[in-house]
């Protein structure tokens, strides 16, 4: 290999570098979101949960529906 060689495989080499380092913060990004979004749906769940408990306590007090008459 020449100069020339050598000094194109360096330029690739350093681009593929600065690939891998846009690559890792976008990895990193997505991974803070994810984890943001997990967040939000174990709360929304929660809330879910919640919501369903209050419900059925709440059809338990009013009795079971009778049928009305039209």
């Not at 380092?21 to 929304?44: I, P, Y």
């Not at 769940?45 to 709440?58: F, N």
Request: with cysteine; charged share 35%; glycine share 2%.
């Amino acid at each position: 290999m020449d100069t020339d060689d050598l000094d194109q495989v360096e330029k690739q080499i350093h681009e593929l570098l600065l690939v891998c380092v846009d690559l890792r913060k976008e990895n990193e990004a997505l991974k803070k979101c994810l984890h943001q979004q997990t967040t939000e749906l174990d709360s929304l769940t929660q809330q879910r949960e919640a919501t369903d408990e209050k419900v059925s306590y709440l059809l338990t007090c009013l009795g079971p529906s009778e049928p009305q008459d039209e």
